[in-house]
T-cell receptor, first 116, second 113 residues
Framework: DAGVIQSPRHEVTEMGQEVTLRCKPI?????LFWYRQTMMRGLELLIYFNNNVPIDDSGMPEDRFSAKMPNASFSTLKIQPSEPRDSAVYFCASSLFTGGMNTEAFFGQGTRLTVV | KNQVEQSPQSLIILEGKNCTLQ??????????LRWYKQDTGRGPVSLTIMTFSENTKSNGRYTATLDADTKQSSLHITASQLSDSASYIC????????????FGKGTKLSVKP
C-alpha cells in the first residue's frame, strides 16, 4: 500500500479563494482524521470520521471549513473563503478502529497551505 | 479538559549522548499512549504504542515508559544519531470519544555532531 496520499503537497492561494485539500486513506482503514499544524499550536484535530461518518468536528474552526467523506477511499477538506490565518500544514491520517480503539494512525505527507 | 503536556520544548544534544523526553497527560478515560517522530516537512511516524497495562516498550534505540497512575510517560533515546533530529510528539487516545487522538505540542530535538 502506498500509504495515506494527500494532494496537493503545496498550495498557494489568494485570500477569499476556495481551497480544497484531498486525502486517500490506507485501504481497509475505517477511521480518518484531518489535522492542522502550526508552529504556535502544534497539531490540532479538525475532524474525525469513522466509517465515513463525522464523529467529532468540534475542532473545525468556523463555518468556512467543511469536510466530507463520500466513500471509504476519499475525503476532502474545503476552506471557503480562505484567509491568511488559515496558512498551515494540513495532515490527513487514517487508522483501523477495532476492539474499541484506534490502532496505529498513519499520516500523509501533508499539504502546506499559504494564503496571501 | 483533556490535555497532553510535553517537556522540554526543545533540546540540543551531542551525537552519541542519551536523552529523555517527558510527557504528562490528563486524558480520561485513557485508552493508549503513543510516541511519534516527525521529521521536518513530513508527517508524524509512530514509534511506540502502549496500553494501560504496559509500562515499557522499546523500538530499537527508543524506549518508552508509561506510569498510568501518575499519568506520565517518557521517551528515552540511547546513543543518539544525527538522524534522530526531529520533533517527538506524545499522543494519548481518548477512549471516551471512540479513540480520538490528543496531541502534545512536541519536543524539538537537535542532535549535533
Amino acid at each position: 500500500d502506498a500509504g495515506v496520499i494527500q494532494s496537493p503537497r503545496h498550495e498557494v492561494t489568494e485570500m477569499g479563494q476556495e481551497v480544497t485539500l484531498r486525502c486517500k486513506p490506507i485501504s481497509g482503514h475505517n477511521s480518518l482524521f484531518w489535522y492542522r499544524q502550526t508552529m504556535m499550536r502544534g497539531l490540532e484535530l479538525l475532524i474525525y470520521f469513522n466509517n465515513n461518518v463525522p464523529i467529532d468536528d468540534s475542532g473545525m474552526p468556523e463555518d468556512r471549513f467543511s469536510a466530507k467523506m463520500p466513500n471509504a477511499s476519499f475525503s476532502t477538506l474545503k476552506i471557503q473563503p480562505s484567509e491568511p490565518r488559515d496558512s498551515a500544514v494540513y495532515f490527513c491520517a487514517s487508522s483501523l478502529f477495532t476492539g474499541g480503539m484506534n490502532t496505529e494512525a498513519f499520516f500523509g505527507q501533508g499539504t502546506r497551505l499559504t494564503v496571501v | 479538559k483533556n490535555q497532553v503536556e510535553q517537556s522540554p520544548q526543545s533540546l540540543i544534544i551531542l551525537e552519541g549522548k542519551n536523552c529523555t523526553l517527558q510527557c504528562n497527560y490528563t486524558v480520561s478515560p485513557f485508552s493508549n499512549l503513543r510516541w511519534y517522530k516527525q521529521d521536518t516537512g513530513r508527517g508524524p511516524v509512530s514509534l511506540t504504542i502502549m496500553t494501560f497495562s504496559e509500562n515499557t516498550k522499546s523500538n530499537g534505540r527508543y524506549t518508552a515508559t508509561l506510569d498510568a497512575d501518575t499519568k506520565q510517560s517518557s521517551l528515552h533515546i540511547t546513543a543518539s544519531q544525527l538522524s534522530d533530529s526531529a520533533s517527538y510528539i506524545c499522543v494519548v487516545s481518548d477512549e471516551g470519544s471512540q479513540g480520538n487522538l490528543i496531541f502534545g505540542k512536541g519536543t524539538k530535538l537537535s542532535v549535533k555532531p
